[in-house]
């Protein structure tokens, strides 16, 4: 963990334990600190598995073979290792992982697919094996810890722990989610990777949480941005124990699976935002608001590109309610968009409306906005119905000390 | 024109008088500024035009109709207005635009449509009429002045004039090429545009110079990028006088054809490298070269991906050969790529081959080639004949102070 704490920084929420989900945390020495840097997670027998991981082509081992493995539906353990992404390390990193998985395979008598391997930090150096296996095999033997260190422990140069908690009734039970995430997209000196983890007691047949996990993760992860830069080793997996006894939600018509649906983009929201809040040099929260797209891609599409776009982060960093900026990248977007409809908004406040700013538009109380933490800015396309929120931080000199300031 | 001049500055070349091409300057009062800020460039009868423009769905009316005025192929003058881009003001902004093009064509006894204009600066304020009719009617009545004199008026917030020379040998006659351009994509705070213009005496076919700079642009103002931020009103014009007196180019078969495609590209090169060396807060230089890829247009988007990454650019800032995040920009850049045949050079040495770090690989001198001005990026793909080099600059605080330590 870095030791300036992001100014958008949330507490780590009172998550409790989940039944048939455990973690541990050990010290494999990846690099020369002082902290744990592997996390390891037994599963109970019959938890199922989703996933969704980067689409950048350059992926690392980590997500080609957890790419293969959700596909059978079941989980037995997770190991997680900081310090070292493994991305770009060719058949050597490979073997790496392929190691874990068998040494954990071994030691709980399961196939090797269910254990699920990431790995987060420098590109281009193979992860160690021989500080792998001695690391595996202590943390197979170490005591259970809290999911508090556990998400303390998968983070690299993040600022804060962080979690999301949520619980939904299902069958008459209440089942609960309780997950952790490192990472503000491809994050920091040489440190790559946003990884997510949903642990959950409910029961649930693989493939619906496949389905909701992706829809989610299409509302969520796939909404925000820091950097516009696409991490090689980007996952999140949300592993089911069954163990709250519910009757297995296997269709959306099933009992309790809307709540449970509701919940997991809930926990997955609150994920996507705190990896934002971590964003680096972050210093304000912005949702950008699309509506009257031609459809809900679209809108999203054009929402990232305002919220990629250098100068319009750059104008927020500066308290500035620049929606001239705002209009350039609407423009950009190569999304469907009339000029002499478009509508611009800070704060629930128009600044342009169809085309033209607003002869009466008060700016003291958007500068007033501005100066918060937390921004709202409104496109409105006036063309169709579709929508999206995404969500970023502002560009700052904090992102350039970061990751310019900085030789490796 | 800014106080701080670039570091990547060079100096204005002795661009000659074109005949048929007179430059002028005037002060129209845009902004509360003590300079001239419309440039005025009467042309001869017969005067050939082409054009490329800005793909921003939200352009400005100045794009709008000069796009559509190029069609017809003559021009017999540009008004280029410096301080406000009259972009996104609706029909009022399209009225002060008419204004001028009616106003030089009564003077010239000219149709409308062969007088272009173009805007550059804040966005969202209409255009002052008056102070557009005083500026040009002062601007028909003017002295003729140099080229750097207009290099330096159609300027904002340019730290140095720029202009670029060519001369080509057509059918037995030298004709020469003098070209001028501003900005930097979205340049700065409010200010937006890229504008450029090539004045020549050659004779050519208007279809066929627009079919020359069409394919000119592709390769040198649609390979430079700032900010990835595309302004509203970025636009080129070529303008050819005739008066070379060489026999009328109209294909490519033509005497002298190809020498002046070379030498229109040689000039479109240059001004497009200056816009670069001219970038917010740039302190290097940067050539991204793709070999390898599957066609030329793909090889162009992996550059783009490369030369937009703010992490690959940060890393140039803090001259950190930092291979990693340049395999993570090809890997996000949609394009057909393989982890396992990826080679990554800097300054003409592999750091990584064909998806593996190179064992022997010497960092001595990459860091010396980091430290320099002019900074070489190598990417293979490995997968075919197609072949970029597109160009940008690194990204320093000085383009964070440039447009977030401001208001507006």
Redesign the interface.
């Known amino acids: 963990m870095s030791e300036a704490v992001s100014p958008l920084a949330s507490p780590f929420p009172p998550l409790p334990a989940i039944a048939g989900a455990t973690p541990h945390i050990v010290r494999a020495g990846y690099k020369d600190w002082g902290r744990c840097d592997l996390t390891y997670v037994e599963l109970a027998e019959g938890t199922a598995v989703a996933g969704v991981f980067t689409?950048?082509?350059?992926?690392s081992s980590e997500v080609e073979l957890g790419r293969d493995s959700v596909k059978q539906g079941r989980a037995r353990a997770l190991v997680v290792n900081a310090g070292n992404s493994n991305?770009?390390?060719?058949y050597?990193g490979r073997e790496a992982v392929e190691q874990i998985m068998g040494q954990v395979a071994d030691h709980l008598g399961c196939p090797r697919e269910q254990v699920f391997v990431s790995s987060t930090g420098?590109?281009?150096?193979p992860l160690p094996k021989d500080k792998a296996r001695a690391g595996v095999a202590a943390a197979l033997a170490a005591a259970p810890c809290s999911w508090e260190d556990a998400a303390r422990t998968i983070g690299t140069t993040d600022t804060f722990a962080k979690g999301a908690l949520a619980t939904a009734v299902v069958d008459g039970r209440t089942v609960t989610l309780a997950a952790i995430i490192k990472g503000s997209g491809?994050i920091a000196?040489?440190m790559?990777t946003m990884l997510g983890y949903v642990f959950t007691d409910v029961a649930i047949a693989p493939g619906y949480l496949q389905e909701l996990l992706s829809a989610a993760a299409d509302r969520t992860f796939n909404c925000i941005t820091v950097?516009?830069?696409?991490?090689?080793s980007d996952t999140v997996l949300a592993f089911a124990t069954g163990k709250a006894g519910n009757q297995q939600i296997n269709c959306s018509g099933c009992p309790g699976a809307d709540a449970f649906a509701a919940a997991l983009e809930d926990v997955c929201r609150q994920l996507a935002h705190l990896v934002v809040r971590d964003g680096e040099g972050a210093q304000k929260f912005i949702a950008v608001s699309v509506t009257g797209a031609v459809s809900d891609e679209s809108a999203r599409r054009v929402g990232l590109a305002v919220a990629?776009?250098?100068?319009v982060k750059?104008?927020i960093?500066?308290?500035?309610?620049?929606?001239?900026?705002v209009?350039?990248?609407?423009?950009?977007?190569g999304e469907?968009?009339?000029?002499?409809r478009?509508s611009i908004g800070f704060g629930g406040i128009w600044a342009?409306r169809e085309?033209?700013?607003l002869a009466d538009y008060d700016e003291a109380p958007v500068a007033a906005h501005l100066k918060g933490q937390d921004i709202d800015i409104a496109i409105d396309l006036g063309l169709g119905e579709g929508r999206a929120t995404v969500w970023t931080c502002?560009?700052?000199?904090g992102?350039?000390?970061i990751?310019?300031?900085?030789?490796?």
């Open positions: 689409r950048n082509v350059c992926c991305a770009f390390t060719g050597r420098v590109i281009g150096v491809m000196p040489d790559a950097d516009s830069d696409t991490s090689t990629n776009s250098p100068l750059t104008a960093a500066g308290e500035d309610a620049n929606w001239g900026r209009v350039m990248a609407v423009g950009k977007a469907p968009a009339d000029r002499d478009l342009a085309g033209q700013p502002d560009l700052t000199h992102y350039i000390s990751n310019a300031d900085y030789r490796s």
